[in-house]
């Protein structure tokens, strides 16, 4: 068993970990003072001027198959990168990604929506969450009826990511209230792309973190029988690609934040003197130190060992499930410990512990919460789908 990195992959992570250290890091007090004053932390321009800069070294398109000009890079590189971007809290990613979706999309979509996001022209969103489906997003029911060449769309979306700056929105609606009231799911929703002038209107949610969803409201939206994406009545499946496209992403980039925030507690502790000794002689600060040491450890292999399966071609359903819930819930622990070791300061806007608090808080809620998790954790073994002893057997 060979634990160690490639030569090509401990270049490509050494790259990123230069860029983000020079050109991600030094914007990190600006980013801070933007946002106490409820600015934007990163403009679209700065955003896609770093990007480009990126671009000029040849990085763009971290996912995106070489044959879109991208790098098509694998699931553990992915990770690799992912980690090290999360060492900043600057909402920076890397250009030239789209939805894995809309790979799937036919000539005509993919020169609409595929080709100008790669591109950084246009913006998508994923919108299945109603105010009335979240964790079971079967109970979906926004609407398309069929009128003629078109469908027309009612209901509501919310907590969508990007929703508010999308160009367009991957919407997901009934097509076939009958199987749908039969919980025949898999055959009776379908995927629309819709673009924001067809009518659809957003508002932007207030959040405990930096950046906001936004609830999506159709009311009569009229799109052509051609906006379906992929099958009529398989939407369904489409929206599960999405949402499994890399469960592995999310703590990945949690690993990198938490691999930051003990450097810094670290930092604080080896200075800060109280009575008479720095707080790192005490063993109460020396225990955080050493538990959230161990469990990035352990949250490091969980990630690296679901992206090695994705790449290996394993099902690897269960470790992305371990690895989402076991990176929420430690990550916010080693925030809360970090921020216990700054003392008064942590709790500050000063510092940026404070907003990765608020920040981590939310990865034990997207994109399946911690409970989820749980549910399809223990299930998956309950059944005999996986084993206690994981891939090894
Ligand atoms: C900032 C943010 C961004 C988001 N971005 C998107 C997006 O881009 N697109 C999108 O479609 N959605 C998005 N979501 C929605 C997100 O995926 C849902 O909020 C999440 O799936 C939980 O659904 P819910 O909020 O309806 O909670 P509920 O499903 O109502 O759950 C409430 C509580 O009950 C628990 N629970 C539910 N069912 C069970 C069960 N069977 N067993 C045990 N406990 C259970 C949950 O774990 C939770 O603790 C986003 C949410 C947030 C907050």
């Known amino acids: 068993m060979d634990l160690s990195l490639s030569e090509e992959e401990r270049e490509i992570r050494d790259w990123v970990r230069t860029f983000v250290r020079k050109e991600v890091m030094p914007l990190e007090p600006d980013v801070l003072a933007r946002e ?9 321009e700065e955003l896609r001027g770093l990007q480009a800069k990126a671009q000029q070294s040849g990085f763009f398109g971290v996912h995106t198959p070489e044959e879109y000009g991208g790098m098509g890079l694998g699931a553990v590189m992915n990770a690799l990168v992912e980690t090290e971007l999360g060492r900043s809290f600057v909402p920076f990613k890397f250009g030239g990604d789209a939805d894995n979706i809309l790979y799937l999309g036919n000539d005509e979509q993919k020169q609409r929506h595929l080709l100008p996001t790669i591109a950084g022209e246009r913006r998508s969103c994923f919108a299945i969450t109603e105010p009335g489906a979240g964790s079971d997003a079967r109970a979906i029911s926004a609407r398309a009826e069929r009128d003629g060449d078109e469908w027309v769309i009612n209901g509501e979306k919310t907590f969508i990511t990007g929703g508010q700056e999308a160009d367009f929105c ?11 009231r039969q919980g025949r799911t898999d055959e009776s929703v379908t995927c629309f792309l819709v673009d924001r002038d067809s009518g659809w209107r957003s508002e932007h949610i207030e959040t405990m973190g930096e950046w906001g969803p936004a609830a999506l409201v159709f009311e009569d939206v009229r799109v052509p029988h051609t906006a379906i994406l992929g099958e009529e009545g398989r939407g369904f499946q489409l929206a599960m690609r999405w949402i499994g496209k890399g469960r592995y992403m999310l703590p990945a980039r949690a690993l ?3 691999e930051r925030l003990v450097e810094m507690g670290m930092e604080h502790a080896r200075t800060r003197v109280t009575f008479g000794e720095p707080i790192a002689d005490r063993q109460a600060i020396q225990w955080m130190v050493a538990d959230s040491a161990v469990e990035i450890e352990a ?9 090695w399966q994705v790449d290996a ?33 942590g709790y500050t806007r000063e510092l940026p512990v ?3 608090y608020r920040e981590l808080r939310l990865l034990r809620i997207y994109e399946g919460t ?24």
């Open 313 to 345: 071609g394993l099902d690897s359903r269960q470790s992305q499930s371990m690895a989402k819930l076991y990176g929420g819930q430690k990550a916010n622990e080693v925030v809360d410990r970090v921020l216990q070791m700054h003392g008064g300061m």
């Open 354 to 356: 404070e907003r990765w």
């Open 256 to 258: 990198g934040a938490c």
């Open 36 to 44: 106490r004053r409820h600015e934007p932390g990163l403009s679209r």
């Open 370 to 393: 911690d409970e989820i998790q749980r549910r399809t954790i223990a299930r998956n073994l309950l059944k005999g789908h996986a084993s206690v002893r994981g891939h090894l057997g």
């Open 170 to 180: 991957m919407v997901f609606a009934v097509t076939d209230a009958q199987k749908h």
């Open 299 to 307: 949250l490091r292999w969980l990630v690296l060992c679901a992206a």
